[in-house]
């Protein structure tokens, strides 16, 4: 429950104008870890005003990751589907002197604030467009030109306690009213989101540090609607380890390429709810073990920093410790049969679980053997215990071949491994060797293709 007793609600809203990346991960996943641990709701709302660049295909692909990182929602709108009820704040704004047409053209207000920065002025807009007369505003109009709509900023301190930050101050006199209604009609996103926080009834509103500024005009809208502002909490952003913002590789870094390349959700839920706080980073099992560690107060302040690499480690720690129940269906999907006891075998030698391939491969399918001495692996295959294997079976053979040709340690073992599995690595022998028939082992040993 959030200080008033109202049930804690917050949403997670992206535009559908790309697909998910690991940037908004950490807002998706912080909204719904509060959700679940304050017995709440997590709402999905999909910001798709720019029409041009939305796309419903979009849309179905940010629901689909989210459901595939297990960030289920229990409620979900669309913008463009609530012009109504933006019109009727526009109404209630515009009555209250609060909104106001301004005619300039981007040109015009681009030389605005280049005379301004030469006049050594910070360069926030004039609202000049508040003293236009009403033959002005008839001229601009015959002239053909639309106004856009912007919000008249009360200029006074805003302050809020962040849920991150703490005590938060903006000076709000320090920016341009922010335009709200674009020419030709369009609304920005900053006005629908908080008529949609009210009429959604949204008590938290967490998301990344580049909203603050943000936070003190739309603060100042709920107050100009008569509603009172949900708390606010603005997380530290990802950086890359070059210290530089990932926009540019929002592509290689979505949801869906991550996906692709085999990293596990639960391994991606995890880092992204460790890095840049003072969690441990450890390969979680379960998100319930990710929400219980969910906590504002561990955020760093300083950018988060996103390393790939760690993120690949992670996913490999979590699949060295996953239970096969995990991903017995996935496995059994895709034809391999050893159960339990092949999954114990090869769990500590993947990095994405479909490395498992190529070990089910060496057990169950045809590679082509390495043999660099045949005399021996010949003397190895005459010395193999009687099929079928067990558990003694490896060390009952490589104790016969050690007394038999001399060999041993590494000289004994590398040999017989490559002859087995073609490679230096990978899972103990001892363990596969009991899911091989005698007869692929053997031809194996005397180099054929088995
Ligand atoms: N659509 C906005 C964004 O993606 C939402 C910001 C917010 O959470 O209010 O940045």
Not at 113 to 136: C, F, I, K, N, T
Not at 156 to 182: H, Q
Not at 208 to 221: C, F, K, P, R, S
Request: hydrophobic share 35%; glycine share 8%.
């Amino acid at each position: 429950m959030s200080g008033d007793n109202k049930k804690v609600r917050v949403r997670f809203a992206p535009s559908p104008t790309g697909r998910i990346h690991v940037g908004n991960i950490r807002t998706a996943l912080f909204n719904w870890l509060f959700a679940r641990h304050n017995d709440g709701e997590f709402m999905l709302r999909l910001d798709d005003t720019d029409a041009e660049r939305s796309t419903e295909a979009f849309v179905h692909g940010i629901k689909d990751d989210l459901s595939w990182l297990g960030l289920s929602w229990d409620l979900e709108a669309k913008q463009s589907e609530r012009y109504f009820d933006y019109e009727k704040a526009v109404r209630k704004l515009t009555e209250a002197g609060r909104l106001y047409p301004c005619y300039e053209t981007p040109e015009e207000l681009d030389l605005k604030r280049r005379r301004q920065l030469a006049r050594g002025r910070p360069p926030v807009y004039d609202r000049s467009a508040l003293h236009m007369s009403d033959e002005e505003r008839t001229k601009y109009e015959e002239e053909g030109r639309r106004p856009h709509w912007r919000f008249k900023l009360n200029h006074e301190l805003v302050t809020w306690n962040d849920l991150v930050r703490g005590e938060t101050k903006i000076d709000a006199a320090s920016f341009s009213d922010p335009v709200m209604i674009r020419q030709g009609g369009g609304y920005l996103y900053t006005l629908p989101s908080v008529v949609d926080d009210i009429d959604f009834e949204i008590t938290h509103v967490i998301r990344g540090e580049d909203h603050v500024a943000n936070t003190a005009a739309q603060i100042q809208l709920f107050e100009a609607l008569d509603a009172s502002a949900p708390m606010f909490g603005h997380h530290n952003l990802l950086v890359g380890v070059d210290g530089e913002a990932l926009s540019k590789r929002k592509g290689s870094l979505s949801v869906a390429t991550l996906r692709e390349e085999g990293l596990e959700p639960l391994a991606i839920n995890a880092h992204a709810a460790t890095i840049g706080s003072s969690h441990p980073v450890a390969p979680y099992q379960a998100m319930k073990e990710i929400a219980g560690l969910f906590d504002f107060t561990k955020l760093s302040r300083a950018p988060a920093r996103f390393d790939e690499s760690e993120l690949r480690h992670l996913n490999a720690k979590y699949l060295h410790e996953a239970d096969f129940a995990t991903v017995r269906e996935r496995l059994e999907k895709n034809g391999i049969t050893g159960g339990e006891p092949f999954w114990q075998a090869v769990r500590g030698n993947i990095d994405v679980l479909s490395d498992v391939e190529q070990w089910w491969r060496v057990v169950d399918g045809k590679i082509k053997p390495v043999i660099e001495d045949q005399d021996f692996c010949t003397k190895a295959q005459s010395l193999l215990p009687d099929g079928p294997f067990d558990e003694q079976s490896w060390s009952l053979w490589t104790s016969a071949v050690k007394e038999q040709t001399g060999a041993k340690g590494r000289a004994l073992f590398m040999p017989l491994r490559k002859a087995l599995t073609a490679k230096e690595h990978g899972p103990e022998l001892k363990m596969l060797l009991p899911m091989m028939s005698r007869g692929k082992v053997s031809n194996r040993l005397l180099g054929r293709a088995a």
